[in-house]
């Protein structure tokens, strides 16, 4: 595995010890945020792209009848098939090859940062270029970012926590030669160091992912800077993008 590759390390059984604060009362909230803005309808036809162990799709289905989640990690995958309702189709696969027809989707969400894994500014297009491939004329593109705005102020962050007997350290900071956030996650059991790696998120402002949207036969609707539907601000804790694919 090169240095390139971390997404492919770090969505495995350490994750939602890691990312323990990312529950299934946020979704809720966020599955509310985006029945409210996008207009959901039970026949619409929904992607969940990098949907983890399916959090969101839990909350989405049955309200909205036919909800596809597509992930990398067969670890989440593997938790989401036991979490989830039989009725859910769940595929394995990497963001940059989606294994769908042209226009198979109403509705394609993507939860909580999952963009910006690939080192080339190519490849993180080309997930853009995927989800405009899949979703039908006039259809809704849902992008839950960072803010980066906020990202570019970090210069260094360094937490710890707990959960059970685990303690995470995280050390996170923006390297502005690479335009990455870096965050260096450590997990301890008994002071040994159990597992170590370092994410690194691609940040691209808004208008650099406006003109990506635009390359790729997409359209910016709306922004807010969180789920509370606040407008989007250098202080917003995200980037929450509502976009629709051109006619
Ligand atoms: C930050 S998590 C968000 C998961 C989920 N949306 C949520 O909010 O719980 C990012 C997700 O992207 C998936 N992922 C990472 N790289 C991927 C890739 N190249 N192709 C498909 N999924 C990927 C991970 O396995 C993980 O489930």
């Given at each position: 595995?090169?240095?390139?590759?971390?997404?492919?390390?770090?969505?495995d059984?350490?994750?939602?010890?890691?990312?323990?604060?990312?529950?299934?009362?946020e979704?809720?909230?966020?599955?509310?945020?985006?029945?409210?803005?996008?207009?959901?309808?039970?026949?619409?036809?929904?992607?969940?792209?990098?949907?983890?162990?399916?959090?969101?799709?839990?909350?989405?289905?049955?309200?909205?009848?036919?909800?596809?989640?597509?992930?990398?990690?067969?670890?989440?995958?593997k938790k989401?098939r036991?979490?989830?309702?039989?009725?859910?189709?769940?595929?394995?696969?990497?963001?940059?090859?989606?294994?769908?027809?042209?226009?198979?989707?109403?509705?394609?969400?993507?939860?909580f940062?999952?963009?910006?894994?690939?080192?080339?500014?190519?490849?993180?297009?080309?997930?853009?270029?995927?989800?405009?491939?899949?979703?039908?004329?006039?259809?809704?593109?849902?992008f839950?970012?960072?803010?980066?705005?906020?990202?570019?102020?970090?210069?260094?962050?360094?937490?710890?926590?707990t959960?059970?007997?685990?303690?995470?350290?995280?050390?996170?900071?923006?390297?502005?030669?690479?335009?990455?956030?870096?965050?260096?996650?450590?997990?301890?059991?008994?002071?040994?160091?159990?597992?170590?790696?370092?994410?690194?998120?691609k940040?691209?402002?808004?208008?650099?992912?406006?003109?990506?949207?635009?390359?790729?036969?997409?359209?910016?609707?709306?922004i807010?800077?969180?789920?509370?539907?606040?407008?989007y601000?250098?202080?917003?804790?995200?980037?929450?993008?509502?976009?629709?694919?051109?006619?």
């Open positions: 595995m090169n240095n390139q590759d971390w997404y492919i390390d770090a969505f059984e350490w994750y939602p010890i890691v990312y323990q604060h990312r529950d299934e009362k979704a809720q909230e966020q599955v509310e945020f985006v029945f409210s803005e996008l207009n959901l309808q039970y026949n619409h036809k929904i992607l969940d792209l990098c949907c983890g162990y399916g959090r969101h799709i839990n909350f989405l289905f049955p309200k909205v009848s036919f909800v596809v989640g597509y992930d990398l990690s067969l670890y989440l995958l989401a036991h979490f989830l309702s039989d009725k859910i189709s769940l595929v394995r696969g990497d963001v940059r090859y989606l294994p769908f027809n042209p226009e198979s989707f109403d509705v394609v969400l993507n939860f940062t999952s963009f910006g894994y690939f080192d080339e500014d190519k490849e993180n297009i080309r997930q853009i270029e995927q989800v405009s491939f899949v979703l039908r004329n006039k259809g809704t593109f849902f839950d970012y960072l803010n980066p705005l906020q990202v570019k102020k970090i210069t260094k962050i360094e937490t710890k926590k959960y059970h007997s685990y303690i995470i350290k995280e050390n996170r900071f923006y390297d502005e030669i690479s335009r990455e956030l870096k965050k260096e996650v450590s997990i301890y059991l008994n002071n040994q160091l159990k597992k170590s790696y370092t994410e690194r998120v940040i691209y402002s808004l208008d650099e992912i406006s003109r990506i949207f635009s390359s790729q036969n997409l359209h910016i609707q709306k807010y800077g969180n789920y509370n539907k606040e407008s601000t250098e202080e917003s804790p995200r980037l929450i993008i509502i976009g629709e694919k051109n006619e």
